[in-house]
């Protein structure tokens, strides 16, 4: 049995998950309706989503036990997730206004308005609520921003009890991911389920009567993702983009895409940061940050909905307007949940300012769950494949700034020891050895000045 799983784990686990979305869709399409096999999905999905929080919990405190981190890269990490969801929004308007879809309404009457905005607050209270919740409640409800809060105090808190108890609190961490590790190792068995279950029972017919709206979305979640994004990690790094950006999207969309949640997705985007070699006092804290505040896609979705909405009612929208509801939208994605279908339950949101009621609104939603088999599925990839490059880039740009070479292990490569620390009084890295002599299988970035 050992020999087996060895052998298992020694193929790679993106050719793993390929077989395993090809033999789902071959199932689905010649045996639809097993409901063992869409259990294997559903299991994989449940235990991602049972383990994120406790995960998330004590690698934070664990994390901030023993250091206090890199204050000056998680700045940078947040304001590139800011940046990359108001562009996002922008884009989503604008594609918006070039390309303006309508839909089929049922019982509405075009003339209607909405009173003043007022769904920011809410929003706004929504996320300080949050964070100020009972930290159970947090974990057992899987409330993201919650469990930071508490595992950053704690944390902090910890910073000054005894070495055993420090230890303790990061073997428990250790102990997290390498359950982690285990769970992630049955992907292929979950992507097969899941996968699977969309076809047998969804199909492509589904999509015909919201074509456009569809190509509307996915054409701009794929510009973010092969385009804006990409601009914003070369503008930082000064290097070529598309590598570090395929690696995330080979790595962390395609799982994203089918377990269809943020949050799920956070042991894997882990696992790659790791392979990438960053610095884990990072990424332990912007991974879990990210998969609830950084929401491009949710953006994207927000927007669209919006704007296609006021086309169908005949609503004439202003340069103005457009640039508030991108804001809007960004920090509305803020308060996504980081699970599947999350973006969709704060269309109204953006709605309620372009002075449309809640009948519509409730349609478009209705609509977003017909549509979500791809749109939903292609957010997630978008939002958790940002969450790992925009952490790398930021790390990237705080290595070039400071002379450090940058370094990308190969996929399956065991990423090198970090060739500098953190100096606790400046925030600055020093070098500690030059490890380029050490891993010659370690190609440095490209650099394109």
Not at 4 to 24: D, F, M, Q, T, Y
Not at 124 to 152: F, R
Not at 368 to 396: H, K, M, P, R, W
Not at 406 to 429: F, H, L, Q, V, W
Request: overall charge neutral; charged content about 10%.
């Amino acid at each position: 049995m050992k020999a087996i799983w060895e052998k298992w784990n020694s193929w790679n686990l993106i050719k793993r998950i390929l077989w395993g979305l090809a033999i789902g869709t071959v199932l689905a399409l010649i045996i639809p309706g097993i409901a063992v096999i869409t259990l294997l999905g559903t299991l994989f999905v449940a235990a991602l989503r049972g383990l994120a929080p406790i995960l998330v919990f004590f690698l934070v405190m664990g994390a901030l036990t023993s250091t206090g981190g890199n204050a000056g890269t998680m700045k940078r990490i947040v304001g590139l997730y800011a940046i990359s969801t108001i562009i996002a929004g922008l884009v989503a308007v604008a594609a918006s206004f070039l390309f303006p879809v309508t839909v089929t309404l049922n019982n509405i009457d075009t003339s209607q308005a909405a009173g003043a905005p007022s769904g920011i607050g809410e929003v706004l209270t929504n996320l300080l609520t949050s964070v100020t919740c009972n930290p159970v409640d947090a974990l057992v409800n899987a409330n993201y921003l919650g469990i930071l809060a508490w595992a950053i105090l704690l944390g902090l808190a910890l910073r000054m009890a005894h070495a055993q108890t420090k230890r303790v609190v990061n073997d428990i961490a250790y102990a997290v991911q390498q359950v982690v590790a285990w769970v992630i190792s049955f992907a292929p068995f979950g992507v097969c389920g899941l996968v699977y279950n969309a076809v047998s029972t969804s199909g492509m017919s589904i999509f015909i009567e919201y074509g456009a709206l569809l190509a509307v979305l996915l054409g701009c979640m794929l510009l973010i993702a092969f385009g804006t994004n990409p601009a914003i990690v070369a503008a930082a790094t000064r290097m070529n983009p598309y590598p570090l950006v395929m690696r995330c999207l080979k790595e962390s969309a395609i799982t994203a895409f089918f377990t269809r949640s943020s949050a799920a997705n956070i042991p894997v985007n882990m696992q790659l940061c790791h392979s990438l070699g960053l610095d884990e006092r990072t990424y332990s804290i912007s991974i879990p940050l990210g998969s609830t505040v950084n929401m491009c896609g949710a953006a994207v979705t927000i927007s669209v909905m919006a704007m296609t909405a006021a086309h169908t009612l005949g609503i004439s929208i202003d340069f103005p307007s457009a640039l508030i509801l991108c804001l809007l939208s960004a920090v509305g994605a803020a308060g996504t949940s980081g699970v599947a279908g999350g973006s969709l339950m704060l269309i109204p949101l953006a709605c309620s300012f372009l002075g449309i009621g809640s009948d519509v609104s409730a349609q478009m939603i209705g609509i977003g769950f017909i549509i979500g088999v791809l749109q939903d599925a292609t957010e997630t990839a978008l939002n958790s494949s940002s969450d790992a490059l925009l952490t790398a880039t930021a790390e990237f740009h705080q290595r070039r700034a400071h002379g450090i070479p940058i370094y990308m292990p190969k996929r399956g490569e065991i990423p090198p020891e970090a060739s500098y620390t953190i100096d606790e009084k400046t925030g600055k890295p020093i070098i500690v050895e030059d490890r380029a002599k050490e891993i010659p299988s370690a190609q440095p970035a490209v650099q394109t000045e």
